[in-house]
């Protein structure tokens, strides 16, 4: 899953027109260092399923995504700076897992473990933040 908003193929445009923005866009990405950007953020990040979509994010070209995107970041790193003591518990790397079941499949019983430690932290992770006297004005995009 690619974490962001395409440019639109612009129907006017014919498909050498479009694919000559692909090359250029990729060609931009290439000298900025993109993938090794990514790459970077990718070994920084502290669960498999973080590091994944780290690896897939692609720039934004819509300027009220990017606002968005940069105020729950601000808020995220607000949070981690704000409540320290603010932990993700016993959250688990659980994309395996659910893939599986979304498929059919049966877990096992300490993957349904994992899936209810998961939900349980998300939970308590949820009630420390708006459990903060003022969360919903310092963290409006976290706490929705």
């Known amino acids: ?21 692909d090359a ?17 953020l990718a070994k920084r990040c502290h669960f498999s399923l ?10 934004r070209f819509d300027p009220w995504m ?19 003591s603010i932990t993700v518990g016993s959250a688990r790397d659980i994309a395996h897992a659910i ?3 979304e498929k059919g499949g049966r877990l096992l019983p300490l993957e349904i473990q994992d899936v209810a430690d998961t939900a349980a932290a998300a939970r308590s992770l949820r009630q420390q933040v708006i459990g903060s006297a003022d969360a919903a004005i310092r963290f409006p995009h976290l706490v929705d």
């Open 1 to 21: 899953m690619t974490q962001s908003i395409s440019i639109p193929a612009d129907e006017s445009l014919d498909e050498s027109t479009n694919q000559g923005m």
């Open 24 to 40: 250029r866009l990729d060609q931009a990405l290439a000298k900025i260092e993109f993938p090794v950007i990514a790459a970077e």
């Open 50 to 59: 973080a590091a994944q979509r780290a690896l897939t994010l692609e720039p």
């Open 66 to 84: 990017c606002e968005e995107t940069l105020a729950v970041t601000d808020e995220a790193v607000g949070l981690m700076i704000d409540l320290p």
């Open 99 to 101: 893939s599986r079941a």
